[in-house]
C-alpha cells in the first residue's frame, strides 16, 4: 500500500503540471461545449497524451486491486525533460507551458478582460450601484511599516493579490480569514479599481500595478497576462527581506484555521507548501508535516505557502523572481526548475525524512498532506479529512473544471461560498427529487472501469433528464432551479480513470455526489440572449437548503408537488401528508405550463417546490412543459449548452470496448426527450399547445376550464397506500 502510494505520487509528480494545464481553462470548456463532440479538442488531447502513459502504468498496477505494487524503479513515463521537450514539438503543449498552466487553475484571469457576468456579480451590481471608481482614496504605496504594523508581535503576515477580474473571489477570501480569525493580513491591489475598493472598506493595502503589463498584451498566452499570473512571485520578493514571517495565499482559497501555528511547530522548516496530489502517505490521525514528500518528485502547489524569513530564504525568494526573464512558464512550474536544479536536493534522514533540503542545499522544505492543505478534490469529492481523522486547515478550489464558473460552483458546492443575503431568500425555488439508481452492492470492489464507465453515463443520463423536467418547471413558474444531488459512479479527470478514480486516489468510495462542475458549465445558465442562447436559467446550489445561510423559513416551508397517475381528472388536485409531514399535492400528469401553473397557484406561498416523479412512471409523464412552442425552444437552447463533458476513458481499452472516438462523452439534457419537439411541424401555431401528449383521456374530468380544486386532506398515516392507489 505504501510502495503504491509512494510511486503513484512520483507519478503524479510529473502529471501535475501538465494536468494543471487543462484545469478550469476556460478556452477547453468552451471547445469542449461548443464542438459538442466527443472526443475534445487539441489542447484536451495534447494533455492527454501527456498522461497516458503514466496512467496506463498506474492501471496496470492497479486494475485487479489496489494493494497491488508498482515497482519502485519502474522507469518514468514522463520526466520534467521529456516533458519540456514534448512541449517544444507540440504547439499546444507548448502554448499551455508558456502562457502558465497554473495561472488557469489558480484564477489568475489577465486584468481588463471582462468575465461573463454570473449570478453573483450581477447580484452585486444590482445591490451595489456601481460607485464612481474612477476616484477615491487609494492604497498607499508598498512599506515596510505597512506590514510591520501588521504583523504586530506574531512576526507573521499574510499576503494576497486581488483585481477586479476575481474581485468577488477576494471578498469571498476576506470573509473566511476574518472568520478564521487572522488579523495580520496584508493585500496587494493590482489595479486601480481594487485599489478603491480595499481602501474604502478599510482593508490594509498598497498598491502594486504593473503598468507594463498592459502594453505587452492582457489576453490569455501573452506576455503582460503572464506577468500578472507572477505578480505574486514579485510582491513576495518585495516584501522578502522585511524580516517576517509569511503566509502567502491565493484568493480562490479558504482557510479555516491561523496558519501560525505550523510556522512555529516547525522550527527547521523554511517553507511549507500545499500539494496537488490525490492522496496522502500519513497515516490517519496524524496532522503532521505529508510523510512522503521529495521535492523532486512531488508538484506541490505555490498558490498556498508559510515562508520562515532568513538569508538563504530571500535569496530563494529573488531567484525565483528573476527567474521570470528566463524561464517561459507559470510561476510554480518556475519554482519547480529553481528548486530541483543544482545539487542538493535531498530528505533528511529520520527521524527528520519529512523535511527535504532543497536549491542548492540552501532551504529547507516540506508539504501539508492533501488531507490538511486541501484541494476541491481531496476535500469534496474524497471527503479525505474525515478518512483521515484531521482538521483541514485551508482548502484551495483546485481540481475544478470550466474556468472561474467552476470554481466558483464548487466552493458553493462546498458551502464555502458567501453569497449576498437575497441569494438565499428571495424569491421562492424549485427542487426535483432524483429518482435514483440502487448502488450495486460490490460497487466499490469493481475493477473493470468500463462497466463503471457505463454505470457512470447510463445514470447520469436519467437523472440529467429529471433535473431538465424540474429545470422547466422552475422556469415557467419564474423560481431558481435548486441543483439536486446528482449521483456519479465515476470522476471526471482530465486524462483516462483507473475505476473510475484519478490514478492516485483509489481507496474513496463511489459513488459521490457529483461536483457541479462535472456536469455543468455553471457561466452558461445566464449568459448570451435570448435569441441566442435561450431562456435563462436561475440556479442554486445542491447543498442550498442546508447552507446556514439559507433562512429557516426557506428551509422548513416544503410543497411536494407529485404528479399522479392515479389522479383521474384533468384540473384538480389531491392534498396529502407525506410521511415526513411535508404537504404533498397530487397533480394530473403531463400537464403543460398554462394547465399545471393554475393549480399550483394557491400553493405558491410555499418557498420550496419539490417535484418528485414517485406518482408516474417516468419523468416525460410528470409534466410535459411549455404551452408554447416559443418558450420551449428558448428552453431548449438553453438546454443544449449547459452541460459540459465527462472525460477521459483510457485510449488503451477504446477497442476492447468498442468504444472508438469515446474517449470524451458530451453530456446532454435530453438524452431521452425534449420540449420543444411536439411543436416541430408547426412552428408557427404556439398558442394551441394546450393538448399534452401522454396525457391519456381522462381529460375531461375537471370541468369546463376552470381549476376546481379537490382537496382531500389525509393524516400521515393514510399518505403511503393512497400514494399508491
Ligand atoms: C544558508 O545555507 C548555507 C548552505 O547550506 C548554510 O551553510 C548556511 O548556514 C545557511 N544560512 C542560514 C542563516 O541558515
Ligand atoms: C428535440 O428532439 C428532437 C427529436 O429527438 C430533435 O430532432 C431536436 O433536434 C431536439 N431539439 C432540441 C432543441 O434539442
Avoid at 464542438?35 to 498506474?58: E, N, P
Avoid at 518514468?76 to 497554473?102: I, M, Y
Avoid at 439536486?484 to 471526471?492: A, D, N, T
Avoid at 380544486?709 to 389525509?714: A, G, L, P, S
Wanted: with cysteine; glycine share 10%.
Amino acid at each position: 500500500m505504501r510502495n503504491l502510494t509512494l510511486a503513484a505520487l512520483l507519478l503524479l509528480g510529473h502529471l501535475a503540471c501538465a494536468l494543471r494545464g487543462d484545469a478550469s481553462r476556460p478556452g477547453i470548456a468552451a471547445r469542449a461545449a461548443g464542438a459538442g463532440t466527443s472526443g475534445g479538442g487539441g489542447s484536451f488531447d495534447g494533455t492527454r497524451r501527456l498522461h497516458q502513459d503514466a496512467v496506463g502504468a498506474a492501471a496496470a498496477g492497479t486494475q485487479a486491486a489496489t494493494e497491488q505494487a508498482l515497482p519502485l524503479e519502474q522507469p518514468l513515463p514522463l520526466d520534467q525533460q521529456q516533458q519540456q521537450q514534448q512541449a517544444q514539438e507540440d504547439p499546444t503543449t507548448q502554448q499551455q507551458a508558456a502562457a502558465g498552466a497554473q495561472a488557469a487553475t489558480e484564477q489568475a484571469l489577465p486584468l481588463g478582460q471582462p468575465l461573463p457576468l454570473d449570478q453573483q456579480q450581477q447580484q452585486e451590481a444590482a445591490a451595489q450601484p456601481p460607485p464612481s471608481e474612477t476616484q477615491g482614496p487609494r492604497c498607499p504605496a508598498l512599506s515596510r511599516e505597512l506590514f510591520m504594523e501588521r504583523a504586530g508581535a506574531g512576526g507573521v503576515a499574510m499576503i494576497a493579490v486581488m483585481n477586479t477580474a476575481q474581485w468577488d473571489f477576494g471578498l469571498n477570501w476576506l470573509h473566511h480569514v476574518r472568520a478564521a480569525g487572522i488579523d495580520y493580513y496584508v493585500i496587494a491591489a493590482a489595479d486601480v479599481v481594487t485599489s478603491q475598493r480595499l481602501t474604502a472598506s478599510g482593508e490594509p493595502c498598497f498598491e502594486w500595478l504593473d503598468e507594463e503589463a498592459p502594453r505587452l498584451g492582457l489576453a490569455w498566452g501573452q506576455e503582460g497576462w503572464r506577468r500578472m499570473t507572477w505578480s505574486k512571485v514579485f510582491v513576495l520578493a518585495a516584501v522578502v527581506d522585511y524580516g517576517l514571517d509569511l503566509v502567502v495565499s491565493d484568493v480562490d482559497v479558504v482557510w479555516f484555521r491561523d496558519p501560525r501555528l505550523l510556522i512555529s511547530q516547525h522550527p527547521d522548516v523554511d517553507l511549507i507548501f500545499g500539494l496537488d496530489h490525490g492522496s496522502s502517505a500519513s497515516d490517519p490521525g496524524d496532522s503532521g508535516l505529508e510523510a512522503a514528500f521529495h521535492p523532486n518528485h512531488a508538484d506541490f502547489n505555490t498558490g498556498v505557502y508559510t515562508l520562515r524569513h532568513g538569508p538563504n530564504v530571500s535569496a530563494w525568494a529573488h531567484a525565483w523572481a528573476a527567474s521570470f526573464k528566463d524561464c517561459d512558464s507559470h510561476d510554480q512550474v518556475c519554482c519547480y526548475r529553481l528548486i530541483r536544479t543544482g545539487e542538493g536536493v535531498y530528505q533528511l534522514p529520520p527521524p527528520n525524512q519529512r523535511i527535504s533540503v532543497a536549491w542548492h542545499g540552501r532551504i529547507r522544505m516540506a508539504t501539508m498532506p492533501v488531507s490538511i492543505f486541501q484541494s476541491g478534490h481531496t476535500r469534496f469529492v474524497q471527503q479525505l479529512h474525515v478518512r483521515k481523522q484531521v482538521d483541514p486547515m485551508v482548502v484551495h478550489a483546485t481540481w475544478t473544471y470550466n474556468g472561474l464558473g467552476g470554481k466558483r460552483a464548487r466552493l458553493r458546492d462546498m458551502g464555502l461560498w458567501v453569497d449576498a443575503p437575497a441569494y438565499y431568500s428571495e424569491p421562492s425555488f424549485l427542487t426535483v427529487d432524483l429518482d435514483r439508481v440502487e448502488v450495486p452492492m460490490s460497487f466499490n470492489r469493481w475493477n473493470e472501469n468500463e462497466d463503471m464507465i457505463v454505470l457512470h453515463l447510463e445514470t447520469l443520463r436519467r437523472q440529467l433528464q429529471q433535473a431538465y423536467v424540474g429545470m422547466a418547471l422552475a422556469t415557467a413558474a419564474a423560481r431558481p432551479f435548486i441543483l439536486p444531488k446528482f449521483q456519479c459512479f465515476c470522476e471526471k479527470t482530465w486524462y483516462g480513470t483507473v475505476r473510475c478514480r484519478v490514478f492516485d486516489a483509489q481507496d474513496f468510495p463511489l459513488p459521490i455526489t457529483c461536483p457541479t462542475d462535472y456536469l455543468f458549465q455553471p457561466e452558461a445558465f445566464l449568459d448570451g440572449s435570448w435569441e441566442e442562447r435561450g431562456m435563462v436559467l436561475d440556479v442554486r446550489e445542491p447543498p442550498f437548503l442546508e447552507n446556514s445561510r439559507t433562512p429557516e423559513e426557506v428551509k422548513s416551508s416544503v410543497l411536494v408537488i407529485m404528479p399522479s397517475a392515479a389522479l383521474k381528472c384533468r384540473s384538480c388536485v389531491k392534498e396529502q401528508l407525506g410521511p415526513d409531514g411535508r404537504m404533498v399535492v397530487l397533480v394530473p400528469p403531463s400537464l403543460r405550463s398554462e394547465e399545471l401553473l393554475p393549480l399550483l397557484d394557491p400553493y405558491r406561498s410555499y418557498r420550496v417546490w419539490r417535484l418528485t416523479f414517485g406518482g408516474v412512471g417516468s419523468a416525460q409523464r410528470a409534466y410535459s412543459g411549455f404551452s408554447r412552442g416559443e418558450e420551449a425552444r428558448a428552453f431548449d437552447r438553453r438546454m443544449a449548452h449547459i452541460t459540459t463533458s465527462w472525460c477521459c476513458r483510457r485510449e488503451e481499452e477504446l477497442l476492447r470496448y468498442h468504444k472508438q472516438g469515446e474517449i470524451e462523452v458530451m453530456l446532454s439534457m435530453t438524452p431521452h426527450f425534449n420540449y420543444s419537439s411536439s411543436f416541430d411541424s408547426s412552428p408557427g401555431g404556439d398558442g394551441g399547445g394546450g393538448t399534452s401528449t401522454g396525457g391519456g383521456t381522462d381529460g375531461s374530468n375537471g370541468g369546463g376550464g376552470e381549476a376546481q380544486v379537490v382537496k382531500q386532506r389525509r393524516m400521515a398515516a393514510d399518505a403511503g397506500a393512497s400514494l399508491g392507489g
